[in-house]
């Protein structure tokens, strides 16, 4: 048997290496002596698997998934938040294995029975951004905008969602509006949050007048 982190260890090491059979084998040990370690196993793997990129992503977001999946099955060994843990799980591993179209309906069902968590609330969004859709486009953006209203004004959290709305605003093809919204929350706050802020709305702004240049584009 291993220790959480000595499993946790060996799991990203054979994955890491393409050994997801061994890695799994690895996963199922501990999920036959200890569910509750396993669940800490599936959630400690969610940080690695959003620093991954691409593939490597993909295929430690599968193994995450396939994990949590079957610790599913032993659900009812699981206490009230030890369940709700699971469940995001479910829905972080399928975005991580690019699996957009299922992860939206764990995400809604979190999202249904936590609406102040802003943690599931801002990965929703963004999961709904990824479809470059205009009905889940504008959906994300009433997502922002509750989320604008839970943090507090100038705060990152705050200046995060605001930076958000206007972008969606942009995606929905109206950067005048971007543009406007953009400039109000330079008025209320000059700094803009700082230097990294404000390079991303500088950005932004770039992006909307160089879509008012190319109407149609």
């Known amino acids: 048997e291993y220790s959480r982190a000595a499993a946790k260890l060996r799991v990203v090491s054979l994955a890491g290496q393409g050994r997801f059979p061994e890695a799994e084998k690895t996963l199922a040990g501990v999920a036959a002596s200890s569910p509750s370690e396993l669940l800490a196993i599936i959630d400690g793997l969610s940080k690695l698997v959003a620093q ?8 430690l977001g599968e193994l995450q998934l396939r994990a949590a999946l079957n610790l599913k099955t032993q659900r009812t060994q699981l206490d009230p938040a030890e369940q709700q843990r699971l469940d995001r799980c479910v829905a972080e591993a399928y ?10 309906e764990p995400f809604r069902e979190l ?14 969004a963004l999961l709904l951004m990824k479809f470059g859709q205009r009905g889940r486009t504008e959906e994300a953006q009433q997502l922002w905008k509750r989320l604008e209203g839970q943090h507090k004004s100038g705060s990152r959290g705050w200046f995060d969602a605001r930076y958000q709305v206007a972008r969606c605003e942009l995606d929905l093809g109206n950067p005048d509006k971007a543009l406007k919204l953009i400039g109000v929350t330079k008025v209320l706050f000059p700094q803009l949050g700082g230097p990294e802020t404000q390079l991303r709305f500088q950005s932004l702004q770039e992006a909307c007048e160089q879509r008012r240049t190319k109407p149609g584009v």
């Open 95 to 104: 975005v991580a294995a690019g699996r957009y179209e299922q992860a939206l």
């Open 52 to 59: 991954a990129q691409d593939k490597p992503q993909h295929n």
């Open 111 to 124: 999202l249904t029975a936590r609406p102040q968590d802003t943690n599931i609330t801002t990965s929703f």
